[in-house]
């Protein structure tokens, strides 16, 4: 694993699961999608160049053994050809000098089929119902499972580290649990349990936890919940404040409370697309550089040297450059956004003279800010009660069985006005694109841009037909 001495030292990029990286959709398949085949290893493989090149040391991914569900016997997971891709997604960061980290469920994520053949473990919902997903740490058979799984992946494989996630999918709320002690301790107590035992086992494997869904959206860990991770942070070498709804350390306690810390912060950047993989994956061009390398500063000197940088298909034009330039961001905080951006086009589309490197820049930041320049914080309090993202999606959830609306070109996304400027910056980028002359740079790619453009003014058309906005359109 590369390790710099200056910028953040857990430069993690983060898959999330197997098939969010990949180059064709799975239009049918709900999400996560289980299946790991050819495609998904030749999505990896595309992403891992990027990762690689643009710096980062880790990639973080879900979904490598299953996803809901590990067998209850574990072993009838993997079947010989998913165990030879595993190594082959091993070897392939490995000769990369990316490290492989482990996306891991602690009491949730992964045990559906476990609860399901041992119903002693399940846990409960506050009512007393029973919980889909979770264990109960109660029964002492819980932990076990837990371990068992550890031992089942670690003794097999090599992987350089564990990202530990326990409550994504809720958490045990009966009395022994999260419903007697609060869900902020009792979710320190499962990682801290679950990191000792790595600790105790494999000393040398990086771990890192992420506190999703342990308070609710718009408030921040309080004074004792702070105490409980200081406390964690003795056990694990990063905690994850990702932000998916901004961080869940208020920004001006940060600078405090990572100073407080016995292991490094790390947050994802600010803003990430979560790019589901039912829809088409040059349908959309949502270029975030000037965004992402700002936060990264901020956090930078606040003091975070971790990050979760969210990961999507490589064939985007938009996710392509937000990783590379989030990868040198990542390693350079303090370094211009803009000739990092400079620098990644340079690499990836190799313009023929200076005026083109400037006119591809240009293209880039009219796609940034024609978008997410129309954002307004107000309208994401007023429909979500909660600031705005954080994470987003094109149909504001992940689930579905069928490719979702363009959910980002509505409300609260954009506004009348905001489609109206939106699709005049669209425009203009395909304007851009189509003056330059031939040769200009990376045909193949700037192709890649054209179509993204065209499929997002259709969509974003017929988002405005829809509701009657023809004559402001001015189609
Ligand atoms: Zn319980």
Redesign the pocket.
Known sequence: MRDDTQGYQYRAAFGAWINDMRTEPLPLENWPAPQFDDATLEGIGRALDVQAEAGFNLLDVWGLFATYGWPPDLKSALTDERRRRIHQVLDAAHQRGVGLVLGMGVYSWGYDRIIEADPGVR??NPDGSPHPHAM????PKAFDYVTRILDFVLEQFDFDGVHLESCDLGC????????GQGKVAYNVQLNRKTADYLRGRWPDKILYVIPISWIPPLTHFDAEQKASIVELSGHIDCFMDQGHRGTMVAPAERPEFIKNLDCAYGTSGGIWLYPDARWDRTGYFLPYPRRTGAAIREHYDDGARGCMFYQGPMINPGTEINVAVGGLMLRDPHRNVEEALAEALDHYYRPKTDAVRRKLVEIFQLGEEGYFGQWVEQRFLDAHHAPAPGEFMFDCHLFGTCPGPAAYLHEPFLDTAGRVAYGQALQEILRQVDALPPGAADAERLSRIRRSVIVTLMLLNTVAYGKGENQVMGW
């Open positions: 846990g409960k109960c740490d109660a029964n045990c709320m009966c009395p022994e649990c999260a419903g």
